[in-house]
């Protein structure tokens, strides 16, 4: 069929990670490469590879938002064709496509069927979402991240939601009126790293930036307009700060009162002085108890009106006779408090009651390279 052959010569940049919260059905368009600072002990920029950031052209990310409407439309053909997007799912196969099984594929293409795959699984959803890439696309020159997202309403329509990662840093330091220029533009969500509402605990991790410059970074995304989804790291204190990360966070959270709260457990990627520090026994790891003694008192601490997500397989799971069982719910949307405050503290206490030999420790899973 032409229009496959004609897929097959179209494609566009991906980024490496993006959060579980776009998922599959999300675009995904890379706007920037890798994190501007990439010295937080516990990641050093380890996702990208610890490559150096940059923030990619005007014109070449047009042309790959017009590369994305190629492909669109070349899916959409096929699947008038074939009679719906079921069938074309079985047309998109790398064995119809390139005659060989997605590992036999050389690596152009295979970018070029992840491109493929990305805008199908995009427009079977709707082509509702949209996820901006690298770590912080806000260190754009205000004008291009407007000219961009003005250029992808034009070319494929306006998505229900555009989210991308920032630093809160960089949110700190942005003026109030590019903020609300950019929002008005069609960015309509941040994922920003909180990680710990203690002055101490940021400074040993080399976050750069201090609880008060958290608060005021985002109190000024939600009054630009933005959905503000802030991640919090669970035994980001170790042993030696863990109640005063804990009982900090809760207060900086309340201040800011974002629309997300979603937890992530502190795992030791290989690779980073965290890891290191670690091994040599500088710093210490709380066990699976320690760890849901850690999630109650920032549950108990929180009053505000948001949602606490814990959409992460590495967040605390234990084995079962019939395999692992998470002890809060996995997906995108969580828990809303205060509502279901009871319930998030429920749980962790009869999570603490099964015996803790039965869960898996945060250090039992640093050797896994899909975190
Ligand atoms: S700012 Fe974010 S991406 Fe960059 S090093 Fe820190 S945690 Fe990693």
Known sequence: MLELEMLKKI?????????????????????TRNC?????????GKPYNRERFKIRGIQEIEREIENVKTLKDGIETISKKLGGMEWTALALSSYSLYGKEVSELNLGEFLNFQCIMNVFSWIRDGARTVFLQDADNLMMR??????ILRFFKRTLGAPERVTSYARGRTVFKKPMSELKEIKKAGLSRLHVGLESGDELVLKYMNKGMTPQELIVGGKKAIEAGFELSLYVI?????????????ENTAKVLNEINPDFVRVRRLVPLKDTPLFEEWKRGEFILLSPHEELKEIATLIKGLEFEGKVCFDHFANPFYHTGAGFRWVFKQDSEGYQFPQEKEEVLRRIEKALEIDESNFIAAGDLSTLETL
């Open 11 to 31: 494609s566009y940049e991906i980024g490496p990670i993006r959060p579980p919260s776009e998922g599959r059905h999300s675009l995904l368009l890379r706007l």
């Open 36 to 44: 501007p600072w990439g010295l937080c002990k516990f990641c050093y």
């Open 142 to 147: 205000t004008d291009d991240l407007v000219e």
């Open 234 to 246: 669970l035994g980001l204190g170790g042993k030696s700060m863990w109640r005063r990360h804990a």
